[in-house]
């Protein structure tokens, strides 16, 4: 059974970081590409970011390009989100995502 995992939200102010991690488990890691996603209140699912199984590919959603990183640690069957320079618009909850599946989500909030 495919399990993610996320940590790391909080409540930051504008120009502030954070970095999210995404725990997986139930299947072979370093094989499957994998994304984050966010949902805003009120708002639908938002894809942010991939990255290849091994990490050598990376795509990312135009308003976010330069301001977040996407990363994976394969050995630690980990995935990460830095997030630099928040704004209020990127306050949601963000997900994780193998194919179809995605975790619990966990909560950013950016506010002065």
């Known amino acids: 059974e495919v399990q993610l995992v996320e940590s790391g939200g909080g409540l930051v102010q504008p120009g502030e970081s954070l970095t999210l991690s995404c725990a997986a488990s139930g299947f072979d890691f370093s094989r499957f590409g994998l994304a984050w996603a966010r949902q805003a209140a009120g708002k639908g699912l938002e894809w942010i970011a991939s990255?290849?199984?091994?990490?050598?590919?990376?795509s990312y959603l135009p308003s976010v390009k330069g301001r977040f990183t996407i990363s994976r640690d394969n050995a630690k069957n980990t995935l990460y989100l830095r997030l630099n320079v928040l704004q209020t618009d990127d306050t949601a909850v963000y997900y994780c995502q193998k194919e179809s599946s995605r975790g619990p989500g966990t909560q950013v909030t950016v506010s002065s």
């Open positions: 990255i290849s199984g091994d990490g050598t590919y990376t």
